[in-house]
């Protein structure tokens, strides 16, 4: 099993910027991929982006260039952060934090982001 606790959301203006952070716990050897997904009310879940152990990371179109997301094994930990700049209204959603692990998924809890003036 593998628990995920997202954190760093909250109430930023158009272009400010936000930090989300994933801690992971539990059976952590062996995760491979792991990443970031949204949900805006009344819209289906779609991804933001991931990044697996190798390094190599995928974005969504609407982000590439204002998002990054990073991932740090340390202390038996694993941290999968997701830096976003320039934020817009429309990435308002709850981001939620995925893994995969042995070709099963895991899920947070999600945090609330809102982009508002």
């Known amino acids: 099993q593998v628990q995920l606790v997202e954190s760093g959301g909250g109430l930023v203006q158009p272009g400010g910027s936000l930090r989300l952070s994933c801690a992971a716990s539990?059976?952590?050897?062996?995760?491979?991929?792991m990443g970031w997904y949204r949900q805006a009310p009344g819209k289906q879940r779609e991804l933001v982006a991931t990044?697996?152990?190798?390094?190599?990371?995928?974005?969504a179109d609407s982000v590439k260039g204002r998002f990054t997301i990073s991932r740090v094994n340390a202390n038996a930990k694993v941290t999968v952060y997701l830096q976003m700049n320039s934020l817009k209204p429309e990435d308002t959603a709850v981001y939620f934090c995925?893994?995969?692990?042995?070709?099963?998924?895991?899920w947070g809890q999600g945090t609330q982001v809102t982009v508002s003036s």
């Open positions: 539990g059976s952590i050897f062996s995760i491979n991929a």
């Open positions: 995925n893994a995969e692990r042995l070709g099963a998924l895991y």
């Open positions: 990044i697996i152990s190798g390094g190599g990371t995928n974005y």
